[in-house]
């Protein structure tokens, strides 16, 4: 039987989320435009070469099996604080809060390395434009922005995931399609096995994994909007599954062009000849498409940076406020907003973190 855990009137907004809101908001963490022009070259010259794409098949059959065991358990155990709250129900609640303070540290770490990272891309994408600021300037903004939104209800958010989450896989497949239209590279660069398991073995088997696993990052967070999604019963593991398989799908399916739109034979020479590996995408777009598609898909990559930024911060507000409401942290955490219902104290404390370490490594 399903469960919330709730105390008074602090309680998350509920009923705020749909499949469609759910699922974006979680392919959002694993920025898949990012993936794409900033992790996907790197995995073909450290990892497999021509072999990602099959990593990729394998790796999504391995995570659908993973949603299969997770997503029974959300069904009997709805908690915003989702692997805690299962840790704790079936090993106890020592167990349950040293899970609770491993994902803050994780989460937080991970949005530390993000807000550093987008300023860097920001700084060069907007300086094509004559826009030249600092780095920290476009990572104070991003801060101020993710801050606002963590602040306020669960929805507005969503439906910023969704279209920003949206424009990424659009702008990716328009360059998608132009390769496939052209046939790749001399017009017959399409023929690329990619059942071929001997290709699997053909570079660094190990960081191919870490650089495709990489991709599904987030997709455990459908569990985190448990207690405020519609009929969480099914919208979970129904965004769960989705959520795997669109990443999953989306990586075979650009892979695959990238390969065939560079050339099988010419892969690993072309992207290590390039001074910045990750200029691979850009490259591709803009000799498939023209000068302007991979102009926007500079910009897109900074929005998708921000996408991942927010997500994050949904999750570590939403673990804050699980860990206060369960005694795990100062009972403050554990406090909703009276308008928005929104874990803004988790939100709020999230925002001042992240301004402390950008002040310390922009010197400030």
Known sequence: ?????????????????????????????????????????????????????????????????????????????????????????????????????????????????????LGGVSAGVFSQFGIMLPWWAYSLIAIALVGILGYRQVDLSAKVMVVLVGLEYLIVLIV???????????????????????????????????????????????????????????????????????????????????????????????IGGLEDPTAHFFILAETYTNPTISMIAGLLLVSSLFAALSAFHNYIARYSYVAGRDGLLPAAFGRTHDAHQSPHIGSVVQTIGALIVLAIFAGL
């Open 1 to 117: 039987m399903s469960q919330f855990t709730e105390i008074g009137p602090n309680r998350l907004r509920r009923n705020s989320l749909g499949l469609v809101a759910v699922t974006f908001m979680v392919i959002s963490a694993a920025a898949p435009l990012t993936g794409v022009a900033g992790a996907m070259p790197l995995a073909f010259l450290l990892g497999n070469g021509t072999g990602i794409p099959l990593t990729f098949i394998l790796l999504t059959l391995i995570m659908l099996a993973f949603a299969a065991g997770y997503v029974a358990m959300s069904r009997h155990v709805i908690n915003a604080g989702a692997f805690y709250a299962y840790a704790a129900r079936g090993l106890g609640g020592s167990w349950g809060g040293a899970v609770s303070i491993m994902a803050l540290v994780a989460y937080n770490t991970m949005q530390f390395g993000l807000i550093g990272l």
């Open 176 to 270: 998608d399609f132009a390769i496939l239209g052209a046939g790749g590279a001399e017009g017959k660069g399409l023929a690329v096995n990619i059942l071929d398991f001997s290709a699997l073995n053909s570079g660094s088997l190990t960081a191919a994994i870490l650089f495709c696993l990489g991709s599904f990052i987030g997709i455990e967070a459908t569990t985190i909007y448990g207690e405020e999604a519609r009929d969480p019963e099914k919208t979970i593991p129904r965004a769960t599954y989705l959520s795997i398989l669109m990443i999953g799908v989306f990586f075979v399916f650009t892979t695959w062009l990238m390969i065939a739109g560079t050339g099988a034979d010419k892969l690993i020479e072309t």
